[in-house]
């Protein structure tokens, strides 16, 4: 008999994640396109491994592609987390669970048997009340874990009370988006773990720049490759892209990296390369100077007749720009300084920590 994808709401995906991880029941959307919907095609499912879940990614650029996650990938990607993290716990759920972090939380709730602790986000992230929900899971014996985003972090850490809460935790995984030096050092001694992956990995797969047990990394073409029991079976009625994407069971990603003593260090994304009059600029590299005087940047190419690409940058806080401007030049060299520039209240976003790149070159052009 032929399974089905149904949409349901965030909410009830905890409810409904046993049937669709055996099997029994169809695989869920919990967020996403209606065209995701509708029965599994050719190599989209199997009896032995179901595809449970379907994540809607959000991509930089263009149309939404969903992801075909199975059990196994589901399961291994937990348990492989669990050993990781020093065994089984309770979590509390911070990120919506229309995402693969927040999914993940659930399944390794599961796996323990143990109900997280589920915050209400429906008016946002509030650090009071992830105190309060820290403080409910210690209520709980043994260990205690959450994940966040560095966007949450950086809230919680200007509080006493937050970093209290953080520092009673037995593991927080830390994902969405790249951790800076500077956010870790404000989080003092917390059990910070940065975690590398995505929804086509089942999450977090590389942990502070070590695979978990099972994974394995490569650089191909100075891309990141990935290989494990954690890989997505591919893209939802997109062969074409599954083929491109997962290749002789390699995901590549479009992630630049190198192994430096076997760990993984994420240099930037392929696409986040700034051409301007012959000069490569890497956007990461001047969001991450721009970062140790501001409390977020996102730098962008616009283009330009003559240049072929300009640096764009916008940052949140107050800044000299002048200042930020001459601190570029000195570190990263006349090609990197930007030349828009503007402040914004706040980066606009496409999911959980993740910066919407095509928001801000739109904002700035």
Same mark, same amino acid.
């Given at each position: ?24 029941? /169809? ?5 996403? *396109? ?15 491994? /179901? ?12 149309? =939404?592609?969903?992801? &075909?996650?199975?059990?196994?990938? @589901? ?12 065994? /089984? !716990? #309770? ?10 972090? %927040?999914? #993940?939380? @659930? ?63 037995? %593991? ?18 917390? =059990?910070?773990?940065?975690?590398? %992956? ?12 070590? =695979? ?16 494990? *029991?954690? &890989? ?6 997109? /062969? ?18 190198? &192994? ?17 009059? !012959? ?12 970062? #140790? ?15 072929? #690409? ?6 949140? %806080? ?8 001459? &601190? ?19 980066? *606009? ?17």
């Amino acid at each position: 008999m032929t399974r089905s994808v149904v949409a349901i709401s965030p909410d009830e995906i905890h409810s409904r994640l046993p049937a669709a991880l055996d099997g029994s029941g /169809p695989a869920l959307l919990p967020g996403g *396109p209606e065209s995701f919907t509708g029965p599994l095609g050719v190599g989209e499912d199997s009896d032995d491994d /179901p595809t449970a879940v379907v994540v809607a990614t959000s991509g930089s650029t263009g149309e =939404p592609k969903g992801v &075909l996650l199975s059990a196994n990938a @589901l399961l291994s990607s937990a348990e492989l987390t669990l050993n990781r993290l020093g065994g /089984p !716990g #309770q979590w509390i759920l911070a990120t919506p669970a229309r995402y693969i972090g %927040g999914i #993940q939380v @659930l399944v390794r709730s599961l796996l323990a048997g143990i109900h997280p602790v589920c915050m209400d986000l429906e008016a946002g992230f509030r650090v009071p009340d992830f105190v309060a929900a820290v403080s409910a899971v210690l209520d709980t014996p043994g260990r205690h874990y959450t994940a966040l985003v560095p966007t949450q972090l950086a809230r919680i850490v200007t509080s006493t009370e937050g970093l209290e809460a953080l520092r009673a935790l037995d %593991g927080i995984v830390m994902g969405g988006a790249p951790l800076s030096a500077e956010l870790r050092s404000a989080a003092g001694d917390a =059990p910070l773990v940065s975690a590398y %992956g995505m929804s086509e990995t089942a999450s977090g797969c590389v942990y502070d720049g070590v =695979p978990l047990d099972g994974v394995s990394v490569r650089i191909v073409d100075g891309l990141v490759a990935l290989s494990g *029991p954690t &890989l997505a079976r591919g893209y939802r009625g997109r /062969p074409d892209l599954t083929a491109a994407s997962f290749v002789d069971g390699w995901f590549i990603t479009s992630d630049l990296g190198k &192994l430096v003593d076997g760990r993984l260090e994420i240099l930037g994304r392929a696409d986040d390369m700034i051409n301007t009059g !012959g000069v490569k600029v890497p956007a990461s590299a001047v969001e991450r100077l721009l970062e #140790q005087h501001v409390s977020a940047a996102c730098v962008v190419g616009l283009d330009h007749p003559e240049w072929g #690409q300009i640096v764009a940058a916008a940052v949140v %806080g107050a800044a000299d720009l002048d200042k930020l401007r001459t &601190l570029v030049r000195a570190e990263l060299g006349a090609a990197a300084v930007p030349k828009v520039f503007r402040v914004v209240e706040e980066l *606009p976003l496409r999911g959980p920590g993740k910066v919407d790149r095509a928001a801000v070159r739109h904002y700035l052009s």
